[in-house]
């Protein structure tokens, strides 16, 4: 027998972008590891530059990056980290995108319109990425866009859990914001318990962003706390008119729970001033302390990004994270 063999040794590193070092440290902390050391910065003109301070060769490499505002700036950043790794030579890149940028341009509205959320998709891949993990898309669809696994996580369990701690003694009611988003909301009905559903009958200006013509709740929700879920606030438009509909219909309050805290002017303003009782998001994306406000709770997505990063080191189901509906 001719050649060499020898057994090696899987070795996971994880990986961070500048967009939100805090949550990259708290997964690397659940994981057991710590961050590898880089250098990062901008040169003069404006162009960034990484290199990696240790040897990545054969590495089983997770890149966690947010994409956050100046978003353009990070997910640049975020494929020049996945160049690196493949030109070091390590072995296997998993992109780790907790927010997924571009993500609601997946489809044409219209002509000579770009899907730019396939485009990201596109630079990933021709950058060197394997595989991605991304935390609730804002369509399903996307996953197909990346030519690779992707794992699609959900914050449900996480929001769920925490709804249901603190508001499961009252009655409940799941208001979706609109009708595409039912799904959703049957799934956050079924883990409180099977109760009712509600949505939100809109229409939405196709020639001017983020705004709402009108609104009209389908469903009962008089008497009851309205669970309003989304995937994102933006500038809160969209589901502080939707609150304010649910209150018209005789809610009893309205509680807003949504995955990525975008939070553009004039959000706070909007939510602090809004009929809404509470406001929970997680921390997919880094909310500045001048976009603190008192009703703003962030549950950590950390956890839950550490296990499927986890099961994808061990060849284990990241499926099994959610009853088998990821």
């Known amino acids: 027998m001719t050649g060499l063999k020898k057994t090696t040794e899987k070795n996971l590193m994880v990986f961070s972008g500048r967009a939100h070092p805090t949550l990259a440290v708290e997964v690397a902390d659940l994981l057991d590891t710590a961050l590898v050391p880089q250098s990062a910065y901008e040169f003069a003109n404006g162009e960034l530059y990484v290199r990696y301070e240790e040897s990545v ?56 319109e770009p ?8 630079l990933f891949k021709t950058a060197g990425a394997d595989r991605l993990i991304t935390v ?28 249901n701690e603190k508001y499961g003694d009252q009655p409940l009611a799941v208001v979706s914001p609109d009708a595409g988003r039912i799904k959703v909301a049957e799934r956050w009905s079924a883990r ?34 309205c669970i309003l879920t989304d995937d994102m606030i933006d500038t809160g438009g969209t ?52 976009k603190q406000f008192d009703k703003l709770t962030t549950l950590s997505i950390a956890p839950l990004i550490s296990r499927a990063i986890k099961e994808v080191f061990e060849d284990g189901s990241v499926t099994s994270m959610f009853d088998g509906h990821a």
């Open 57 to 112: 060769r054969g590495c089983d490499a997770f890149v966690i990056q947010s994409h956050t505002a100046p978003i353009n700036e990070w997910i640049m950043e975020h494929l020049i980290m996945v160049d690196a790794l493949k030109r070091a030579s390590a072995k296997r890149i998993t992109v780790v995108m907790p927010f997924y940028g571009y993500g609601r341009q997946d489809k044409k509205h219209r002509g000579r």
């Open 136 to 163: 609730d898309l804002h369509a399903d669809q996307i996953q197909g866009f990346f030519d690779g696994p992707v794992d699609h996580l959900m914050a449900l369990p996480i929001l769920t859990d925490y709804v």
């Open 115 to 122: 899907i730019s959320a396939r485009l990201v998709a596109d």
């Open 192 to 225: 409180l318990g099977g109760v009712p559903l509600a949505f939100i009958h809109k229409t939405r200006r196709t020639d001017v962003a983020n705004e709402v013509v009108a609104n009209r709740v389908v469903g009962d929700v008089k008497g009851k706390i």
């Open 239 to 290: 589901i502080v008119k939707a609150a304010e509909a649910c209150i018209d219909e005789g809610a009893a309050g309205v509680i807003i729970a949504a995955t990525h805290a975008i939070l553009s002017d004039p959000a706070v303003d909007r939510l602090k001033n809004s009929s809404a009782t509470e406001v929970v998001v997680t921390n997919t994306l880094p909310v500045a302390a001048d």
